[in-house]
């Protein structure tokens, strides 16, 4: 079962944990706060913890529920590993542009504007 919450700090994400881990029948808890994905994984009541969940954080919504595979866990985690490689790379990539010398061209320009009038302003 995932469920999908807005909890992004330390203290509210050991809450969930802690609400969640007073079911029975539960396997594993997982919690990750930066998308807000809690992953409980066992033979439980999906209905008494989603109640339980959304009786104190009312954003608590059940994204997926379904018997746990672990070649399709695996998959997901591998796609993920990969996707956050990725992103490092191009992070990485970025900062070595960004913080590269950039050639500095002298100041020396001059313009010097001659009128013709009567009165024969320059402008240097």
Known sequence: MVVMMNVYD???KER???????CS???TIT????????????????????K???????????ATFGLFDPKKEAE????AEKKKKEESEREALYRSQAYREI??????????IVCDHDHGC???
């Open 10 to 12: 330390e203290i509210a």
């Open 16 to 22: 969930v944990i802690r609400t969640v881990a007073s």
């Open 25 to 27: 029948g539960i396997t």
């Open 31 to 50: 919690m990750d706060s930066k998308e807000g994905k809690l992953t409980v994984i066992g033979e439980f009541d999906e209905m008494q913890i989603l």
């Open 52 to 62: 339980k969940l959304k009786k104190r954080w009312g954003s608590a919504k059940m």
């Open 76 to 79: 997901t985690a591998a796609a």
């Open 103 to 112: 050639p500095v061209c002298p100041m020396h320009h001059h313009t010097t």
């Open 122 to 124: 320059i402008i240097s």
